[in-house]
């Protein structure tokens, strides 16, 4: 089997050792790839810092260019693409030809946003001793980008991070999760194929152990991470004084009240409660019903959940595969079975056969149970009761995360309310709160992060304004 090279600097490279990628499904080989060495990664630090001025000062057309050349050599290439996600990965197919074509749809935004990043002008003639003066205000790169990637998207959320650097004019080194680092390998190919300056971009597929040199690395003045709160949070503690972003974890919320579509909220909740196994920050976790319809939800809902085709993340009608490891299937499967224990019970699902765990419906949880209170990462739901909406809010923001949630109602009314009371950084109205649009902000509060994601909100977040006086101007 062909070792895949890593990207140093825009160069491809190899180092002294190799690790392999395995497919969650059946643990055969579908990759290997080389790891830098330590004098490589250096040598790719070094790089990024000597070319942050050549890159801040790069031409728009360059970099929007090589931004568009980026969306479409991924949209040529998706059908390969897509299959070494769901390789690598255990992604059923569909979602990874979704994930493919969101990529491409990132990189097109982000070439389209460079075009209209521009510097603002401000007159100071409002006062009288400001006579004659004119504000420009630019903004400028903060300098190299250490990005640093989860498995569940291995492409978009790469690209989430690497797009809106190459918008700013930032160099970038990519740090991939071992589990899935190919397809971010293939996205540096594509990158090389541009006009970006040596030391641009760099993909560094090194174990996690060695992360921490990186982020401590003063010549790395951005960390970008996405992954669980406990890790981002230790990056974050270890790095006061670096601009940090976090693009943490979640449990996320659909609220369903009594006004709601109630075929389409089961058909939704079933959906994305199990889309990707579970494995989003944004699947939908817990589902809270207003009680005058709670019983009828679920008479929807379970035909729903037992409807959804569960096998080969290779057959494209596949909706649930497995989990990326069968570690972290055995975790859900303990955590499941630690509520059961505690009262709650099971009205679907509950099984794992390897890596794989069965749609799971779960009602009365314990609310202290990890299902409830932690993110399961898996296909489980926790079903809850709520007495109102002012319940059904509440028992939302009860919970440390709050990155996005979603509310079935008709009502306007309860709609801006939950714009108004819900603690995360997004509401979505009429859908679970899996739904994210890549140009839209994204991002959460509490312990769900720091910062937001979107093209122009990542852009915005790696630059810093910048303001130039103009003095003796007539205007």
């Known amino acids: 089997m062909d070792v895949r ?37 250096e040598e790719a630090i070094a790089a990024a810092r000597a070319v942050a001025g050549e890159a801040a000062a790069l031409p728009v057309h360059v970099r929007a260019e090589a931004l568009a050349h980026v969306s479409r050599r991924l949209a040529e290439r998706a059908d390969e693409l897509a299959h070494l996600i769901t390789a690598e990965n255990g992604k059923p197919i569909f979602w990874a030809r979704g994930e493919v074509g969101r990529a491409i749809s990132t990189f097109r935004f982000a070439a389209e946003e460079t075009r209209r990043w521009s510097g603002d002008v401000q007159r ?29 998207f291995p492409l978009n959320l790469v690209a989430h991070k690497v797009a809106p650097a190459i918008a700013v004019g930032a160099p970038v080194i990519v740090k991939p999760a071992p589990a899935t680092p190919l397809s971010s390998l293939v996205l540096g ?15 560094l597929p090194i174990e996690n152990e060695r992360a921490a040199a990186l982020v401590a690395d003063p010549r790395l003045p951005v960390v970008s991470f996405t992954g669980s709160a406990p890790v981002g949070y230790a990056i974050a503690d270890q790095v006061p004084r670096k601009h940090v972003t976090l693009e943490l974890g979640g ?24 889309y990707q196994a579970g494995q989003s920050c944004i699947a939908v976790q817990r589902v ?3 009680a005058p319809v709670y019983d009828a939800f679920v008479e929807r809902l379970l035909p729903a959940v037992a409807g959804l085709v569960t096998g080969d993340p290779a057959d494209e009608k596949t909706q649930v595969g497995p989990l990326v490891s069968e570690a972290a299937a055995e975790r859900v499967e303990q955590w499941v079975r630690e509520a059961v224990d505690a009262g709650a019970r099971v009205l679907a699902g509950g099984t794992r056969e390897g890596a794989t765990i069965a749609p799971t419906v779960l ?4 609310a202290d ?3 409830s209170r932690e993110e399961v990462f ?24 709050g990155l996005q949630a979603g509310v079935f109602t008709r009502s306007l009314d309860a709609a801006f309310r939950a714009n108004r009371e819900l603690e995360v950084g997004g509401v979505i109205i009429g859908d679970v709160p899996s739904y994210r649009a890549d140009q839209m902000p994204y991002g959460g509060v509490k312990d769900s992060g720091i910062g937001r994601e979107g093209l122009r909100s990542a852009m915005e977040d790696l630059t810093y304004e910048k303001v130039m006086v103009l003095t003796g101007i007539t205007l």
């Open 288 to 290: 809270i019903v207003e």
């Open 124 to 152: 100071l003639d409002t006062e009288p001793a400001a006579a004659g003066r004119l504000a420009y205000v630019s903004r400028v790169p903060k300098g190299p980008v250490l990005a640093i990637t989860p498995f569940n």
């Open 369 to 371: 149970a990890k299902v």
């Open 378 to 401: 898996g296909p489980v739901m926790v079903l809850q009761k709520a007495a109102s909406i002012d319940e059904a809010y509440a028992m939302v923001n009860d919970s440390a995360y």
């Open 189 to 203: 190919e594509i990158l090389a194929e541009t006009d970006l300056p040596a030391g641009m971009f760099s993909v």
């Open 5 to 41: 090279t890593f990207w140093l600097a825009g160069r491809p490279a190899t180092g002294d050792a190799e690790l392999s990628v395995t497919n969650p499904l059946d643990g055969r080989e579908v990759g290997r790839y080389s790891v830098p060495t330590g004098e490589q990664v």
């Open 363 to 366: 009602a009365d949880v314990p």
């Open 251 to 274: 449990n996320a919320a659909a609220v369903v009240l009594a006004d709601a579509d109630l075929d389409w909220a089961a058909k939704r909740v079933a959906l994305f409660s199990n």
